[in-house]
């Protein structure tokens, strides 16, 4: 075939162009078929959405049903099968509620209806283009022209997964049939397409055994590029004890060889997705099964690839249960007997082995990828020479996550529930969460040493092998050489310059090349030239290390698909807070949130929201969690300090000095039922370090979270900046609070409360210990120390809740100075206190330890000047009150009041006037308790003095 027409047929700009549309329409199908359903993915649980909607959801993303009253629906079924004619009878007489609404079905509907054509218009272009290839009679080979066979082959899994989801899609032909209807209404003719639309989906009511028909055609170029995968699989497909005997992805086993360069022939098959390999080989075979037949080596690798998984992805969530559905295909065809026997027995291998083979993987990652990590973070300049180690540890972990994640999911009834849980797994998330980091930080590194291997090496050595080519035509000759002449003209210079590299262009270049040269008679066939091919694939991974290493990231390390799977990354979460040795890795899963915003498909704007709104009540859900712990560990361990402080209370010395004078008395035996009383500071002596505390478990469990929230100051979750201590400062000063009231122990019922001394003991208890934790949680203890105790000294804290400066108010003009009205308690000028008065009934505390001078100070600094006006403004407003009642008095006698006035020097009609006032006794309880008052007003306010 001539240059000139094989560069007619366009191969790579349209598998480029065709799978990202056929991503774009199976989002689209995708989200058509979630809707139908009552629920969107990324809402979870229907009776769960509104928790975490931004918004009520567009009329693009509501079903039918909850658009349009069940009158149409009635109407509809007639039309739902999509090749009737049109009845002669006008439509209207027979569905009337569709035509008052035609307008609305139309307009709501359209989105749905041309979704549908989208999927028509993608299958036209996909017969096309396999057509075309067919026609060409192209070489596939993974490992020569790589970009060719992996786009033809992910081109035809995105059409079957389009298809399968199609037919998985319940409400197509309400959809299309109602849309129709309307439409005929609205415009008098149907809509051109409708006919070919109708067929299509009639068509796919059997999915499978139609694509066995459309690929039949196919089968020898579907095959040929999956044969290529035979090597390859078989390598990469390998369990847990040959990763270990190879050492794989270990630097140190090899230590001689660390500066060399991490090469391969392969370069972008070593960290190909096995997870995608899989679903190509079982894909490709469900479609075309008589290749099993025709060669040893198709049934070797079909079998293989059965033997891995119980369910397949077909699009996000939506998985494939393999074994089932190959089983009824082939079942129903003649001559498949054998093919039928062995998916049962691969499915029997796989339900026992493929749990134990994963849950291998993932240990054996653990290790691997920590020591890698750490090695790279120590010495960063080995990121250069070993960059593909970091992609292939990436793409492996990246295999294993989504595997359990898939199969926790979609697994209900196991006998080995095991294998499909893993409270590791979140250190596994962690160290790609690590890696993913380094290699962002180190992007100079990288730059610099492919900057030189492109021009000092990749360079030299495609000229060489331009050279040693026996035909080279002018045409493929001024493409390699003008790569050959790009690369030569790199220098560091550019990296040190900061320029911003591009080499779209030239790996552009080099897939169509790729097309051109694999095509039957090739001028320059691409398949005996193959040091072409693995030379090109090598510099191409060097150029995207230059100017596309996120997609590259992403292309190896993107879990963005783990949207679509809350309920098992809940249950992995809960399970990670619940072992202590992964505290420390915990902040992997709000990280992995940042990773969901690429879910988001261009052609599928109206989804942005919901993702959004399940990334962020995810992230928010974990951190508030880890932030509850971490605080209830803070708050626990205070609580004991300050159990240790109480101790060293003087009310606490009685025991101790009782004993001290019994020493000198004959002893006396010991009466039963006392216990023996530890002295302060036993808990610090240990005979064996072995044996642990509860505080030594809240020092380790506090220490582990403080890692992760601190981990990283922020990230970034679909626009939103996350700082993860701040959900632990937040958290704290919450617990500090109601802590602090609860030191109080203000009971309402009994009027029992703490003297402020003991109150103060408690509160510097837990501010040291807050203080100290400064350093290694990395919180700003100042300010929650600041905020807190600040917020007491007002009547109500920051939620509204009383305050010690409220309840401690409340207390002394409820509980003592009532008494002190009522004569039980009185004030002792020569003791600065009040002063129980002994007899029954008497108040069940001691005023004096409540009122004396050190009381005072402590309740000074307790609620601080602002508490201290408080207290004394509600003391003034009771003085107030008792003045008024006074006045009340003195008018209620002002006549006799006047007479005794005016006769102060009449002895006889003074005694006289005297018997005639009264309430005196109420004159003078008032005025007492009016004294009271402000003598306790005036040592308050002496207390605040002195502090």
Not at 472 to 492: D, G
Not at 544 to 564: M, W
Request: aromatic share 8%.
């Amino acid at each position: 075939m001539s240059l000139p027409s094989v560069y007619q047929n366009k191969f790579a700009e349209k598998l480029t162009i065709l799978n990202d549309r056929g991503q774009g329409v199976l989002v689209r199908i995708y989200n058509i078929k979630k809707v139908g359903a009552g629920y969107h993915p990324s809402l979870g649980h229907p009776t769960m959405c509104h928790h975490h909607m931004a918004s009520p959801p567009s009329p693009s993303l509501r079903h039918p049903a909850t658009l349009f009253p069940m009158s149409l629906h009635a109407g509809c079924p007639p039309l739902c099968h999509p090749t009737l004619s049109v009845p002669s009878v006008p439509l209207q007489q027979h569905l009337g509620p569709v035509h008052k609404d035609k307008g609305d079905i139309v307009r709501v509907l359209g989105p749905f209806y041309h979704s549908f054509l989208d999927v028509l218009e993608f299958r036209d272009h996909v017969y096309e283009l396999l057509n075309t290839i067919d026609a060409s009679q192209c070489f596939f080979d993974i490992h020569v022209n790589y970009d060719f066979t992996k786009s033809y082959l992910d081109l035809v899994v995105t059409y079957v997964s389009l298809v399968l989801l199609l037919a998985r899609t319940e409400d197509r032909r309400l959809l299309i049939g109602m849309y129709h209807c309307a439409h005929e209404m609205s415009h008098g003719t149907s809509d051109p397409s409708f006919a070919r639309l109708g067929q299509m989906v009639l068509e796919y009511d059997h999915p499978l055994k139609k694509l066995t028909e459309e690929f039949g055609p196919h089968t020898k170029a579907v095959t040929s590029a999956l044969l290529s995968l035979h090597f390859l699989f078989a390598r990469r497909n390998q369990g847990a004890e040959q990763w270990r005997n190879d050492q794989l992805l270990s630097l140190l086993s090899t230590a001689g060889t660390m500066l060399s360069p991490a090469s391969s022939d392969t370069m972008a098959c070593e960290y190909l997705s096995l997870e995608v390999m899989e679903r190509w080989i079982l894909m490709g075979f469900l479609v075309c099964p008589g290749a099993l037949g025709s060669s040893p080596q198709c049934l070797e690798l079909w079998r293989l690839a059965l033997q891995g998984s119980l369910y397949i992805t077909l699009l996000r969530d939506e998985a494939l249960q393999v074994h089932k559905v190959t089983e009824e295909l082939l079942s129903s065809f003649k001559g498949y007997g054998k093919r039928v026997a062995d998916v049962k027995e691969c499915k029997e291998h796989a339900v026992a082995h493929s749990g134990s083979l994963h849950r291998g993987r993932r240990a054996y990652l653990r290790g691997a990828v920590r020591e890698l990590e750490a090695l790279l973070e120590d010495q960063p300049g080995l990121l250069g020479p070993k960059a593909l180690f970091v992609f292939m540890a990436l793409s492996f972990c990246r295999d294993e996550v989504s595997w359990l994640v898939r199969h926790a999911e979609h697994v209900t009834k196991t006998k080995t529930p095991e294998d499909f849980a893993d409270n590791h797994i979140a250190e596994l998330l962690f160290h790609m969460e690590q890696l993913r980091s380094l290699v962002r930080r180190q992007v100079g590194v990288l730059q610099r040493y492919h900057i030189q291997y492109l021009a000092r090496f990749d360079a030299l050595v495609l000229s060489e092998v331009i050279q040693n080519l026996s035909v080279c035509p002018e045409e493929e000759s001024i493409i390699l050489s003008s790569f050959v002449s790009s690369l030569s003209a790199l220098s560091i210079k550019e990296v040190d310059d900061k320029e911003q590299f591009d080499f779209t262009p030239l790996r552009l270049d080099w897939f169509r090349l790729q097309a051109y040269t694999s095509v039957a008679k090739a001028s320059l066939p691409l398949g005996s030239n193959p040091d072409v091919g693995r030379i090109m694939n090598l510099i191409v991974f060097h150029t995207k290390l230059l100017d596309s290493l996120e997609e590259l990231l992403a292309e190896a390390s993107d879990l963005s698909d783990l949207c679509f799977y809350p309920r098992p990354v809940e249950k992995m979460f809960v399970a990670t807070m619940e072992e202590p040795s992964m505290l420390r890795y915990s902040i992997a899963f709000p990280l992995l949130c940042s990773h969901f915003s690429r879910c988001v498909h261009p052609m599928c704007p109206e989804e942005y929201p919901h993702l959004k709104a399940i990334a962020l009540g995810l992230c928010n859900k974990f951190l508030e969690e880890m932030a509850r712990q971490a605080s209830a560990c803070v708050m626990d361990a205070c609580a004991e300090q300050h159990n240790l402080s109480e101790q060293l209370l003087p009310k606490h010395c009685a025991s101790t000095v009782s004993k001290a004078r019994n020493k000198k008395t004959p002893k006396q035996p010991a009466k039963k039922g006392e216990p023996e009383r530890d002295k302060p500071g036993a808990e610090s002596q240990r005979k064996d370090r072995t044996l642990t505390t509860n505080m030594d478990k809240l020092h380790l469990t506090l220490a582990e979270l403080s890692l992760s929230l601190n981990h990283v100051p922020n990230f970034t979750v679909f626009e939103h900046t996350v700082t993860p201590a701040e959900y632990l400062s937040s958290h704290l000063e919450t617990r500090f609070t109601k802590a602090i009231v609860a030191m109080a122990g203000y009971s309402q019922a009994t009027q029992e409360v703490a003297r402020p001394s003991e109150g103060l003991v408690g509160l510097s208890a837990y501010v040291t210990f807050i203080q100290s934790l400064g350093q290694f949680v990395g919180l700003d203890t100042g300010r929650i120390i600041r905020s807190v105790p600040l917020q007491q000294t007002q009547p109500r804290d920051a939620a509204g809740e009383q305050t010690l400066t409220t309840i401690y108010t409340n207390w002394y003009l409820e509980a003592l100075l009532r008494q002190a009205s009522t004569g039980a308690i009185v004030l002792a000028p020569a003791l600065q206190a009040f002063t129980t008065v002994p007899r029954e009934g008497e108040p069940p505390f001691s005023a004096a330890e409540f009122s004396d001078v050190s009381e005072m100070r402590a309740l000074a600094e307790l609620i601080g000047p602002y508490g201290m006006k408080f207290l004394s403004d509600n003391l003034m407003w009771h003085v107030a009150s008792q003045v008024t009642e006074l006045k009340k008095l003195v008018n209620e006698n002002m006549d006799t009041l006047v007479q005794l006035r005016s006769s102060s020097c009449k002895p006889e009609q003074m005694a006289a006037l005297l018997p005639r006032l009264t309430s005196a006794e109420n004159v003078l309880k008032r005025m007492t308790i009016i004294g009271e008052i402000l003598s306790f007003r005036a040592m308050a306010q002496q207390g605040l003095r002195e502090v």
